[in-house]
């Protein structure tokens, strides 16, 4: 019977997309510490392993694709973990939000946005005056 040959270019063993990896094989999968995934479990809840052979993780494709949104939500839109989670359970992950493209949402609290604020709210409060 012939043997599937699963090793890379080094010599290294690889497994199928399809299988389940553990938290180490993840872990460099993402570039990310295990212990930032363990976290990630504690605050998203539907990222859910399964556990076998003495509470080892085991992630399957799915889990393994949600990581990696998170990450990319985390590390390169610019979400807090709060606002990741609210996002999730609130619309999922729509794919525009998480195309490189997409522009992460800036903070508007600088003086010169203040400024047009102040001018807009004038502006309006002159209006509804003239209309009074």
């Known amino acids: 019977m012939p043997q599937l040959d699963l090793s890379d270019t080094n010599g290294a063993q690889t497994k199928s997309d399809a299988a389940y990896k553990t938290i180490s094989e993840v872990s460099d999968e993402l570039g990310v510490p295990q212990h930032v995934l363990r ?35 985390l590390y390169e839109q610019g979400y807090t973990i709060k606002g990741a989670k609210k996002l999730i359970k609130s619309k999922g992950f ?22 047009s604020l102040v001018s807009e709210l004038r502006i309006l409060k002159s209006m509804l005056t003239t209309l009074l």
């Open 39 to 73: 976290f990630w479990e504690t605050n998203f809840p539907q990222i859910k392993p399964s556990r076998m052979r003495g509470a080892r993780r085991y992630y399957r494709p799915e889990d393994i694709e949600l990581l990696k949104k998170i990450k990319t939500l």
């Open 94 to 115: 729509p794919a525009d939000l998480l195309s490189p493209t997409s522009p992460v949402p800036k903070k508007k609290d600088g003086p010169a946005d203040v400024q």
